[in-house]
T-cell receptor
Framework: NAGVTQTPKFQVLKTGQSMTLQCAQD?????MYWYRQDPGMGLRLIYY???????DKGEVPNGYNVSRLNKREFSLRLESAAPSQTSVYFC???????????FGSGTQLSVL | GENVEQHPSTLSVQEGDSAVIKCTYS??????FPWYKQELGKGPQLIID???NVGEKKDQRIAVTLNKTAKHFSLHITETQPEDSAVYFC????????????WGAGTKLIIKP
């Protein structure tokens, strides 16, 4: 079982560049999430998708956009990367809200 | 909004001893409290969770206790082993927030041989 797969694992960007982080799950989950993890701050929710066709802002959505392409895939886009977006990004999925989250292995992003 | 504080930030215990990590939350409407374990280079993994209608839950060497009056919950690990070394996160959520989790800052647990 692959679970939640994220690509790429590592990425270095220059300020102003754009990129898309990809996430796919094979557990037929309805809900998917994007988090960022910064030292000493736990995880913060960027965007989530409660079900296919819907997306909602989390705690820290500024500078990001998302697309729920289908039930399996949920992508995160940085249109114009900034150094403040240097972080580790995690995608997660769950059957519904208030349930166990399954996380991918993360993308370490550095913006210079 | 909800705020979750987690203590300590680092905890070092001798192998075989017990470890306790505590979290406090601010919103009395929160009703779901999971604990996640994150090993180096991996995503967090759920190890145990509790809902507000119970005060304690156990799973082998791991237990979670909830005190709704004081608004705090704790993770207890007994007979610690080297593989328990990791970063542990608590979180809280409620129905009205569409179950969005608010996370503590994490505790790095070090098991000394």
């Amino acid at each position: 079982n692959a679970g939640v797969t994220q690509t790429p694992k590592f990425q270095v960007l220059k300020t102003g560049q754009s990129m898309t982080l990809q996430c796919a799950q094979d557990m037929n989950h309805n809900s998917m999430y994007w988090y960022r993890q910064d030292p000493g701050m736990g995880l913060r929710l960027i965007y989530y998708s409660a079900s296919e066709g819907t997306t909602d802002k989390g705690e820290v959505p500024n500078g990001y956009n998302v697309s729920r392409l289908n039930k399996r895939e949920f992508s995160l886009r940085l249109e114009s990367a900034a150094p403040s977006q240097t972080s580790v990004y995690f995608c997660a999925s769950s059957e519904t809200g208030n349930e166990k989250l399954f996380f991918g292995s993360g993308t370490q992003l550095s913006v210079l | 909004g909800e705020n979750v504080e987690q203590h300590p930030s680092t905890l070092s215990v001798q192998e075989g001893d017990s470890a306790v990590i505590k979290c406090t939350y601010s919103d009395s409407a929160s009703n779901y409290f999971p604990w996640y374990k994150q090993e180096l280079g991996k995503g967090p993994q759920l190890i145990i969770d509790i809902r507000s209608n119970v005060g304690e839950k156990k799973d082998q060497r791991i237990a979670v206790t909830l005190n709704k009056t004081a608004k705090h919950f704790s993770l207890h690990i007994t007979e610690t082993q080297p593989e328990d070394s990791a970063v542990y996160f608590c979180a809280a959520s409620k129905v009205d927030s569409n179950y969005q989790l608010i996370w503590g800052a994490g505790t790095k647990l070090i098991i000394k041989p």
